[in-house]
């Protein structure tokens, strides 16, 4: 490696994503026996990797918003011992299929917008996210569906840790995607194309709020899991509703339709609450009901559930009076917008 190229510095960042409809339908086997389906939209938060080429032959991983560091000396293979494991794991597998040549050593640093576990996706996202930045260096020809299918094997077959497959093909493509999900791990990913004015509207209505709880969403996901293969009849029949949700939510949203999405997603999180304990909890609820009094039509818990991340949707301008009637729960609305553009990497 010559000196040019020690100042290279490799980046990429990968957009977080609001699940709207059909979420836990991503999930085996639910999508290998009945196919899933999901709506989903990324936001203006954001999962950040950037390799640095260093002059020693150490590797240095460190996840900036979480204030840890891991280092090295340099070897092909990093022990997956519950320590920025998503890095070690990328890392892993990349070098195992690449190699990664003639480097003396790299740090390896991340920084996501949003809480590990707070419902928008963050894991798998900074999955593609560190893989954006391999690849990046190292000029891998790998395309969208490529690039989340890896990231989708690194996490879950590589690293064993149990999830659906939407947020690794949002953060992947970007924009508004209608997802449907079938058998042998097949994904078909439809953009779809929404008017200008029909996102303003939305972003202006529908309130991100978080509750400041992160949650462990691989254990609710394992119930759910479980609840499916062992053919329990309501948790299975609400997975067919929420199938069904994502039918509804995208035909409202590509015709214009918006103030039925309160109504869509109040279906919805009525029938999240039967697909497996934990998803909802009584400060959910509380938190849901209180929005609801003060003008939110609908809502629904962002990814697996018990935590994180919750939307509203506010007609008119009943926004400003919803979250001033969350306040005393201590959590806090973000601002954001949709974005279009999935996973992008540059090189400084």
Not at 80 to 103: A, E, F
Not at 143 to 167: C, S
Not at 296 to 317: L, Q, R, W
Request: proline share 3%; with cysteine.
């Amino acid at each position: 490696m010559g000196p040019e190229e020690l100042k290279m510095i490799y980046r990429s960042k990968a957009p977080l994503r609001i699940g709207l409809a059909g979420g836990g339908t991503d999930v085996s086997p639910y999508s290998d026996l009945y196919g899933g389906a999901i709506l989903n939209a990324t936001v203006s938060l954001y999962a950040n990797a950037t390799i640095e080429p260093l002059e020693e032959r150490n590797i240095i991983l460190e996840a900036i918003d979480r204030n840890e560091t891991e280092q090295y000396e340099w070897n092909s293979n990093l022990p997956v011992n519950g320590k920025l494991d998503l890095l070690k794991g990328v890392y892993n597998r990349v070098q195992k299929d690449y190699g990664i040549p003639d480097l003396k050593g790299f740090r390896l640093s991340t920084y996501v917008d949003a809480p590990a576990g707070s419902g928008l996706g963050t894991s798998s996202t900074l999955v593609v996210a560190i893989i954006g930045a391999f690849a990046e260096m190292l000029r891998l020809p790998l395309g969208e569906y490529d690039m989340a299918h890896y990231a989708y094997e690194i996490e879950r077959r590589d690293l064993q840790l149990a999830g659906g497959k939407q947020d690794q093909y949002a953060a992947t493509f970007g924009g508004v995607n209608f997802m449907e999900f079938y058998a042998d791990e097949k994904v078909i990913v439809n953009p779809l194309r929404i008017r200008q004015q029909y996102l303003f509207e939305l972003e202006n209505n529908l309130l991100l709020y978080y509750t400041s709880t992160s949650r462990e969403s691989a254990d609710i996901i394992k119930k759910q899991s479980k609840n499916v293969s062992e053919k329990k009849d309501r948790p299975i029949e609400a997975m067919h509703q929420l199938k069904q949700q994502a039918q509804m939510m995208k035909e409202a949203l590509l015709k214009g339709k918006l103030n039925e999405m309160g109504e869509i997603l109040d279906f919805g999180f009525r029938q999240k609450r039967e697909m497996a304990d934990g998803i909802s909890n009584t400060l959910m609820d509380e938190i849901y009901d209180t929005a609801k009094k003060s003008g939110a039509t609908g809502g629904k818990i962002s990814g697996a559930g018990g935590g994180g991340f919750m939307i509203f949707y506010c007609p008119g301008n009943s926004k400003y009076k919803v979250i001033k009637s969350l306040e005393k729960f201590g959590g806090r609305h973000r601002r954001y917008k949709f974005v279009e553009h999935g996973l992008t990497t540059w090189t400084i």
